[in-house]
């Protein structure tokens, strides 16, 4: 622009020397517009992501898909392995063959192979060489589905064009009979053994060997068995997706129903956990209040104690205090919001007969049978044989309508001994419809949990007579002569 003459207007002032503050310099305004508009018409090359369409994804996604089902790893070593158990076919085989059963699967690929050897023999019209070809060509791929699946599949497919070549002047195209039997059992036992993903991937692959071949070459045949082969696989495949799926479902809802059950047994632990330090903690609140009450009277039952009596005294009833409020402090924190200590104590052995007689009012006859020297025991040991008596026959009532019961109490050195044992369910327990329980089934649990408390023994067990026995030992700590003069 050196040589380019500057317009001159209103008294001779140059006009760039009027719009260069106001604007910016030509030269920088025409760099902008060149990269603005370089930028806008640019291609986006396709690691711009916002560029996929959805199809685009969809397809990228597809094609991954089958490459992560049919080509990566096809030839994987993968055996079938037996069955866990044996299933309902084995109860009808003679007893030494039972436990085989588990190789039944197995059974039906070797047989399913021997069909197809039957059908190549059959095809090949007395041509040695050219049976032995298909029966490598059929026999094969389905025998190679126990321990290759997918190189299976594709060992099937290959061999499809080479036993049409052995055979060409059959009029079946492009599916021979032999081909057409190995095909579809190995279609239907590697869908079997992978997913359904992987078998619609397979049939896409047939469909399109199928269709490519009958418009190459159909015209050289009078028919095609194309849309047959495909109609047939298909069904083939849809019924075992459809077997697959609700086996997963099954297997799903197997799963969700033991992890309900064993939640439901730890809530249920937990909730009887719960019930008893609520009970432990009243009942020796209960004492230590006592404790505290007879330590603050004591000195004024005596006329001029002595100090250290007093103090003793006074000792006694300030670590009650203290041990009752920790007790509070750390048992109090399993109350519920609303709940409220009971008014009434808590019941005991001396108790059981009220429970006996509302048990007989509800249609179970029951007998108490009390051996050994009765004696207070402990409010906890008491509280806890009263509450497994009652859960005992709250058992017998629910699984066992109609039978009788026996509550046997021995009271022996060292300890508590119970036992309930009841008969088999009655005669009119198959007219008697039982409603389940939230729970029901877990009161073993909590009577284990109270046994487990109080550091006893407790065992179950069947009956000799069809009926149930629960047997539990309390232990009690010995109190010697010494021990309660030191108390008194």
């Known amino acids: 622009m050196a040589g380019a003459v500057v317009p001159e207007v209103d008294g001779g002032e140059p006009l760039s020397l009027r719009t260069t503050a106001a604007r910016p310099p030509p ?39 089958l490459r992560a089902d049919l080509f990566d790893d096809f030839f994987t070593y993968r055996p079938l392995p037996p ?11 003679p007893g030494p063959l039972r436990p085989l059963e588990v190789w039944t ?53 290959v061999s499809i064009p080479a036993v049409a070549w052995v055979q060409d002047g059959n009029s079946d195209f492009p599916w021979l009979p032999a081909s057409f039997v190995a095909h579809l059992v190995v279609l239907t036992v590697v869908a079997a053994r992978t ?33 047959p082969f495909l109609s047939v696989s298909a069904l083939a495949l849809l019924v075992v997706t459809v077997a697959l799926v609700r086996r997963a479902a099954e297997e799903e809802v197997t799963a969700q129903q033991t992890v309900t059950a064993h939640e439901r047994s730890k809530r249920t632990v937990l909730e009887e956990r719960t019930t008893i330090a609520r009970e432990l903690h009243d009942v020796v609140a209960h ?99 009263y509450r497994i008596v009652q859960e005992a026959l709250s058992n017998t009532l629910r699984h066992a309508p109609g039978a009788s019961a026996r509550v046997e109490i021995g009271y022996v050195l060292g300890g508590l001994g119970l036992r309930i044992v009841n008969g088999p369910a ?15 089934g877990h009161g073993l649990t909590g009577m284990r949990e109270r046994v487990a408390m109080l550091g006893g023994e407790m065992t179950t067990a069947p009956a000799a007579d069809g009926g149930y026995e629960v047997t539990v030992f309390l232990p009690v700590a010995r109190v010697t002569d010494e021990d309660g003069a030191g108390e008194a």
């Not at 069955?83 to 084995?90: E, F, Q, V």
């Not at 389905?142 to 997918?150: G, Q």
């Not at 009655?426 to 029901?440: E, N, R, Y």
């Open 287 to 385: 004492h230590m209040m006592v404790v505290a009450i007879q330590a603050e009277a004591a000195p004024y039952r005596v006329e001029n104690p002595p100090e250290e009596l007093a103090k003793a005294f006074s000792t006694i009833r300030e670590n009650a205090v203290a041990a009752l409020t920790e007790l509070r402090r750390v048992l109090g924190v399993v109350r519920a919001e609303d709940y409220e200590a009971p008014d009434s104590p808590q019941p005991t052995l001396s108790d059981l007969d009220g429970l006996l007689a509302n048990v007989r009012e509800a249609g179970l006859a029951v007998d108490k049978v009390v051996t050994g020297a009765v004696r207070e025991l402990p409010q906890g040991v008491e509280l806890s044989a």
């Open 426 to 440: 009655g005669i009119m327990s198959s007219f008697v419809k039982q409603t389940p329980t939230q729970g029901a």
């Open 105 to 157: 699967r197995h059974v039906l690929v070797v047989v399913a192979g021997m069909l197809a050897v039957r059908v190549s023999f059959d095809d090949s019209e007395g041509d040695l060489l050219a049976a032995l070809a298909m029966t490598f060509c059929s026999l094969g791929p389905i025998l190679l589905t126990l321990v290759r699946p997918v190189g299976a599949f594709w060992f099937s497919l």
């Open 83 to 93: 069955k866990d158990k044996p299933g309902r076919l084995a109860r009808v085989l």
């Open 27 to 65: 030269t920088l305004l025409y760099v902008t517009e060149m990269t603005y508009t370089r930028m806008n018409t640019e291609p986006r090359t396709a690691v711009d992501g916002p560029s996929r369409s959805p199809e685009f994804r969809l397809a990228m996604d597809a094609l991954k898909g």
């Open 195 to 227: 997913r359904p993903r992987t078998a619609a991937w397979m049939w896409v692959l047939t469909a399109a060997y199928g269709i490519g071949a009958e418009g190459l070459y159909g015209d050289r045949y009078f028919g095609s068995n194309a849309m």
